[in-house]
């Protein structure tokens, strides 16, 4: 199992930016960035392979936000531009180690999990 510790939640006031990390203990093939909004079941965000090549996102953040990995530091990223009120939610870094298809945002596709980190968006 890894080990994966998020960071870099905050408030910020709408069209303000934040940048998430997520640190992980081992190698992982494929990490993604998941989030969760009061009384739902956790959504996608983005996610990327172990190249830093093939990144993916929901359509509800396209544009707006930025996946990249830094693999020497086992460490990954979440730029977040142009944040609004409904970006508002409890983020979860995830990874497998395992191969395949990386540009997913089915949680079940994910074996780890951090502790999430708190975004609030402010209007």
């Known amino acids: 199992q890894v080990r994966l510790v998020e960071s870099g939640g905050g408030s910020v006031q709408a069209g303000g930016s934040l940048r998430l990390a997520c640190a992980a203990s081992?190698?992982?093939?494929?990490m993604a960035w998941f989030r969760q909004f009061p009384g739902k079941e956790r959504e996608g965000v983005a996610s990327i392979d172990s190249f830093n090549r093939l990144p993916y996102y929901d359509d509800s953040v396209k544009g707006r936000f930025t996946i990249s990995r830094d693999n020497a530091k086992n460490t990954l990223y979440l730029q977040m531009d142009g944040l609004k009120p409904e970006d508002t939610a409890l983020y979860y870094c995830a990874a497998r180690v395992g191969g395949g298809l990386c540009e997913t945002l089915n949680p079940r596709d994910f074996r780890d999990w951090g502790q999430g980190t708190q975004v609030t968006v402010s209007s």
């Open positions: 081992g190698y992982t093939y494929c």
